[in-house]
């Protein structure tokens, strides 16, 4: 069966320093693969995905992710965070077209 | 842009009864989705409709219904509410092409619905 794996489920962070959220999928032949952030009470938005090209995907407020087949992984990065990325960050993929996956989330707190 | 609608944002039940929330889609979306979000486990699909006409079960769709009332409209019912249905539930629409296209593909997600079952 598909899965989806985030290996954090808690990231402390201090503000302007660089973070990593973690992301394993289980291979198919056909897969697409997002993050998504969810702030408190509010549902999820789309921060990034990739469909195919190249396997680094750029997305909104400074975020990108490398995809990569071989070690099958999908994590995303920001290279300097800010307090108001403090949220929950959802890694998801997409099987068979359809059916979408979702991991665990991970809580990424900034500090200041 | 009022994008995915869902109706009630908060509910409160007790142990057996019925109630359904109801969602609504404004994109001319083909797929649409039932998740429900419980803390740790991430978003689990209850169930999903990849066409009009057409619903399939998900990963946890006991104690749960559904309907895809027409294109934009896709309810999710519970029949006899339990405790364990306490959750927050989403649902979302996705463009549903047969092939993928660039620049589409994602899930669109409505901003949750809150039930609690006493």
């Known amino acids: 069966a598909q899965s989806v794996t985030q290996l954090d489920s808690q990231v402390p962070v201090f503000e302007e320093a660089p973070v990593e959220l973690r992301c394993n999928y289980s291979s198919s032949v056909s897969v697409y693969l997002f993050w998504y952030v969810q702030y408190p009470n509010q549902g999820l938005q789309l921060l990034l995905k990739?469909?195919?090209?190249?396997?680094l995907v750029k997305g909104i407020n400074g975020f990108e992710a490398e995809f990569n087949k071989s070690q099958t992984s999908f994590h995303l990065r920001k290279p300097s965070v800010h307090i108001s990325d403090t949220a929950e960050y959802f890694c998801?993929?997409?099987?068979?077209?359809?059916?979408?996956?979702f991991g665990s989330g991970t809580k990424l707190n900034v500090k200041p | 842009n009022a994008g995915v609608t869902q109706t009630p944002k908060f509910q409160v039940l007790k142990t057996g009864q019925s109630m359904t929330l109801q969602c609504a889609q404004d994109?001319?979306?083909?797929?649409m989705y039932w998740y429900r979000q419980d803390p740790g486990m991430g978003l689990r699909l209850i169930y999903y409709?990849?066409?009009?006409?057409?619903?399939d079960k998900g990963e946890v769709p006991n104690g749960y219904n559904v309907s895809r009332l027409n294109k934009r409209e896709f309810s999710l019912r519970l029949e006899s509410a339990a405790p364990s249905q306490t959750s927050v539930y989403f649902c979302?629409?996705?463009?549903?092409?047969?092939?993928?296209?660039?620049?589409?593909?994602?899930?669109?997600f409505g901003e949750g619905s809150r039930l609690t079952v006493l």
């Open positions: 979302a629409s996705s463009p549903g092409l047969a092939r993928i296209r660039p620049g589409t593909g994602e899930l669109f």
């Open positions: 994109m001319n979306h083909n797929s």
């Open positions: 990739y469909l195919s090209g190249s396997t």
């Open positions: 998801a993929a997409r099987y068979n077209f359809n059916k979408f996956y």
């Open positions: 409709s990849a066409s009009e006409g057409t619903t």
